[in-house]
């Protein structure tokens, strides 16, 4: 056996782990909306978003602390800032902010769009341009789940839109940062030191935010608290940074377009939406976008 034949195995398996891990991180985000609505009935928006950000650093400087993780060079500080400024902080306010208004499936066109964003920043940061059958794709299946997601929430803009959007340029920001970072550490000390160097802000912004907010202990509410906080903040944003650092930033990204639709079976379940019939068309098209990204060289 030549030395290609044998390589050639391994990066198969690469991709293929890759992929299923960022698909996990996709799995976990999906939870994400539901499990911010349960939080809401027992925490304001600033406080969940502070606490859940306290425990996640918590969960995650306990696992540095063990294993003896050492500090980063200080030339990969500033891209974890912009982690910790997109993911740790941006994202979960400004979507828990306008989930106050907002349904879950409104929300999810959120989700919608941020395969693209992401794909151009990450264009724009690393250099590399996607093929055009990749951007066809990934439009293509943008535009289903925006179809899909406006349809169910009647159409209507909310107040919140201004959040949504505001949260889908700064987590795309986090996710192309993350991604790059991700090809030099572990991804899950890539989001480790995020919540470490967040720490400091998110101690003083849940002390300000308990002492203003009223505070209702609930299960669900506290459940709800606890999966965003080690769910989705701490393990699905570690197998997502790692799923990225195997196949690439911008072809993870487009795993995320079966996010809302995940999220809107999730809000049937969870929180007892109705799913309209049309559902399980556009899943079938997403699924064939995400394909099509999938096998076009990036």
């Known amino acids: 056996m030549t030395a ?13 782990s890759g992929t299923v891990l960022a698909a996990l991180g996709v799995v976990s985000f999906s939870l994400t909306f539901p499990s911010t609505v349960w939080g809401l009935d027992s925490f304001g928006p600033w406080s969940l978003v502070a606490v859940r950000s306290v425990l996640a650093a918590l969960v995650a400087g306990g696992f540095l602390l063990v294993l003896r993780v050492p ?12 982690v910790g400024g997109g993911v740790v902080v941006g994202f979960p306010l400004l979507t828990t902010l306008a989930l ?7 929300a999810a066109v959120v989700v919608g769009l941020l395969p ?4 151009a920043f990450a264009a724009l940061r690393t250099g590399r341009r996607p093929s055009r059958t990749f951007w066809a794709a990934a439009v293509a299946g943008a535009a289903v789940v925006i179809a899909f997601t406006v349809q169910q929430s009647g159409g209507a803009l909310h107040s919140g839109d201004l959040y949504l959007f505001g949260a889908l340029l700064v987590c795309a920001a ?23 160097l967040c720490l400091p802000l ?7 935010a308990l002492s203003f907010e009223p505070v209702h202990l609930t ?4 459940t709800g608290l606890l999966w965003v906080a080690a769910g989705s903040t701490f393990f699905g944003l570690y197998v997502w940074y790692r799923g990225m650092a195997e196949i690439g930033i911008a072809r993870a990204s487009q795993l995320q377009l079966a996010q809302p639709l995940l999220t809107l079976v999730w ?12 559902a399980p068309v556009a899943a079938v098209a997403v699924l064939v976008c995400i394909a099509v990204t999938q096998r076009t060289r990036t």
């Not at 500090?71 to 912009?82: D, E, Y």
């Not at 106050?100 to 409104?106: A, E, G, L």
């Not at 998110?202 to 300000?208: E, H, I, K, M």
């Open 4 to 16: 290609q034949d044998s390589a050639t195995p391994t990066t198969s398996i690469a991709v293929s």
């Open 100 to 106: 106050q208004t907002s349904t879950t499936s409104h």
């Open 202 to 208: 998110s101690l003083a912004g849940s002390f300000v």
């Open 219 to 222: 299960a669900r509410g506290i």
């Open 267 to 278: 809000s049937v379940t969870l929180l007892g939406e109705h799913l309209s019939p049309a």
């Open 116 to 119: 693209l964003t992401t794909a």
């Open 174 to 196: 986090g996710y192309t940062e993350g991604g790059r970072l991700a090809a030099v550490m572990p991804g899950w000390h890539v989001i480790g030191w995020a919540l470490i």
């Open 71 to 82: 500090v980063p060079a200080r030339r990969h500080w500033a891209g974890l800032a912009v």
